[in-house]
């Protein structure tokens, strides 16, 4: 399938000219370098920063490892940053990883993205996020535990509707509660490493309560060391195990792409807001990790189920604990609403190309929002909320997000090879300035994520590969149905 800068695809183009109300109607560019750096740390901070920092501790046994892990995670997430930086300058399409996986391989693989994001990835991301922000509000709020799934419910109406009536109306409310969530961070970060910890905090933290610090328990004092790694083989062992939490933490800039036709001037912008966002998450998630060592010691970050409001409860007390858990119900719904915006781009790419249904395809005249793809996600967001699967098929699929990572990383080296064989024009835009070592080692670190995901889990891995052979029919189906010129 051919590309020509700044046009769409020849498929897109064909299909949509037969109905014609479809191309009638684009996206429009309105966001800026601001909104779409903060779609990048939003799409990244959810809860992940505030519970992944335990498990990393338990595995390296060690503070230098636990930041070395990060610092690791860091330098991976640059640069995949830098990966879909250039691959967005390249394809600067509404869609994102599905137009990257299907120039450089074919319709089919792009095909099983967007499937298994609308059908598990995104839609049961959405739900699960939705819980655990509501569970965290309901705690904030004093409420009942059984108010936490209407809670849910409501986020996801509440933010679908929000981002159906415009992307400046859904980034702008992205954008407002992730500096919000950043706010709540830096306190949190200022906290660790100005004050001095309270005399009350070890007694406080072992008597904190449900919610957000339920079971946490044991103070940096009475908790257990863990195992630190004595050879260096252990120490490359523990390290590997470590570096999993540490990679799904950093996930979700890629997201960002997806919305690239409503940047301002995206073959620029996109580049630079990725970059951008990747670093402030980097040196945020570095910093969070001292202010929980500071305060918790490794072994207290080790042992603990909640290690931010633990922090928090060091140095201020409950009012810090009850600030900090404001900020995460900030970040949870925050992220919730990055992952809304940006997911329905794909699926409505897929109908574009006539491989989804073709309603999906339309924009709204006034709104230009794909409004029948968000409706269609959260259709699908809310069914597995209410029937509780969300979590089993995430665990089902969490492998198959590094596949499609790590394979979209390595379209960079396919588009880079038909340059050098005189196939495609030179692209004179955002090159990844560590191609192709980088991208390598991206594509390396990927490779890994699925596979420790298949070892620790082989029988939820086979359950996905299944769910994933499962769109196969499906997308027979649709293709059979496209248009022969858009075949």
Do not use: C
């Amino acid at each position: 399938m051919s590309w020509s800068r700044g046009q769409a695809p020849v498929a897109i183009e064909s299909y949509t000219a037969q109905v014609g109300e479809m191309v009638q109607v684009r996206y429009a560019a309105r966001l800026g370098t601001f909104s779409g750096t903060m779609l990048v740390v939003g799409g990244i901070i959810g809860a992940g920063i505030f519970l992944s920092p335990a498990v990393v501790a338990q595995r390296v046994g060690s503070a230098p490892l636990t930041l070395a892990a990060w610092g690791i995670g860091a330098v991976i997430a640059v640069i995949g940053g830098f990966v879909y930086g250039e691959l967005g300058a390249r394809l600067p399409r509404a869609g994102g990883t599905y137009v990257y996986l299907r120039e450089a391989y074919g319709p089919l693989p792009g095909f099983l993205y967007g499937w298994a994001l609308f059908l598990i990835m995104a839609t049961g991301a959405i739900a699960a996020v939705a819980m655990t922000g509501a569970n965290y509000l309901t705690e904030l709020l004093g409420w009942a535990p059984d108010a936490a799934r209407p809670l849910a419910i409501g986020l996801i109406v509440l933010l679908t509707a929000l981002n159906v009536a415009g992307v400046q109306v859904g980034a702008g409310t992205g954008n407002v509660l992730t500096v919000l969530k950043l706010a709540a961070i830096a306190a949190l970060v200022l906290a660790a490493l100005l004050l001095d910890p309270r005399a009350d905090a070890a007694s406080a933290s072992a008597g904190a309560g449900a919610g957000a610090g339920a079971g946490a328990g044991m103070s940096a004092a009475s908790a257990p060391l863990p195992d630190a790694p004595a050879t260096p083989v252990a120490v490359v062992l523990a390290m590997g195990a470590a570096l999993v939490p540490v990679l799904f933490s950093f996930g979700g800039w890629q997201q960002t792409n997806a919305v690239a036709e409503e940047l301002v001037d995206p073959q620029r912008t996109l580049p630079r807001a990725l970059v951008l966002g990747v670093l402030i998450v980097a040196a945020t998630y570095l910093l969070v990790n001292l202010a929980y060592l500071r305060a918790l010691g490794v072994s207290g970050l080790a042992a603990s189920r909640a290690p931010a409001a633990e922090t928090m409860q060091v140095f201020l007390g409950p009012a810090g604990r009850t600030l900090i858990t404001a900020g995460i119900v900030t970040s949870t719904v925050g992220f919730l609403t990055m992952v809304i915006l940006m997911s329905a781009r794909v699926y409505q790419a897929m109908a574009a190309d006539g491989l989804f249904f073709g309603g999906m395809a339309r924009l709204h005249p006034r709104t230009r929002t794909p409004v029948r793809a968000l409706i269609a996600q959260g259709a699908v967001a809310l069914l597995l909320l209410l029937t509780g699967t969300y979590g089993e098929l995430l665990d089902y699929v969490v492998f198959a997000d590094w596949i499609f990572f790590g394979s979209t990383a390595a379209a960079l080296f396919v588009f880079r090879a038909r340059e050098q064989r005189g196939h495609a024009p030179r692209h004179t835009g955002f090159r990844s300035p560590l191609h192709p070592w980088g991208t390598a080692l991206f594509v390396l670190a990927a490779l890994y994520v699925v596979l420790g995901s298949i070892w620790s889990n082989p029988g939820n891995a086979l359950r996905g590969a299944l769910l994933l052979v499962a769109g196969l029919p499906v997308y027979v189906h649709w293709r059979r149905r496209a248009p022969q010129e858009g075949a």
